[in-house]
């Protein structure tokens, strides 16, 4: 099993920055792919995007945020982060942290709780 506790989360302004992250803990050995999904309210699950745990490949993101949020690691300390700049009120949402097991094709089999972020005008 993998657990995944996400922090960071609160208020911002419009146009401002956040950084969220995500720690791994358990057997975060089984675990090839991590990532980011969203959801605001009335809306459904957006995910913003992702990125292979080993290796050099850059992150996919979302349309919605490419140019606006960066996604990183760091390994040694099993963190995964998410770094949203520009934000605009359209970003309010519960950020959840996710991740998938080695050989699955697609989708994420663990989850974390979330953690909300607001962004006011």
């Known amino acids: 099993q993998v657990q995944l506790v996400e922090s960071g989360g609160g208020s911002v302004q419009a146009g401002g920055s956040r950084r969220i992250s995500c720690k791994l803990s358990?057997?975060?050995?089984?675990?090839?792919?991590v990532g980011w999904v969203r959801q605001g309210s009335g809306k459904g699950h957006e995910v913003i995007g992702d990125?292979?745990?080993?290796?050099?490949?850059?992150?996919n993101y979302a349309d919605s945020v490419k140019g606006r949020f960066t996604i990183s690691q760091d390994l040694a300390k099993n963190l995964l982060h998410l770094q949203m700049n520009s934000l605009m009120s359209g970003d309010t949402a519960i950020y959840t942290c996710?991740?998938?097991?080695?050989?699955?094709?697609?989708?994420?089999?663990?989850w974390g709780q979330g953690t909300q972020v607001t962004v006011s005008a």
């Open positions: 996710a991740a998938r097991r080695c050989g699955r094709p697609d989708g994420f089999q663990y």
């Open positions: 358990g057997d975060t050995w089984s675990v090839c792919r």
């Open positions: 990125i292979a745990r080993e290796g050099a490949a850059a992150p």
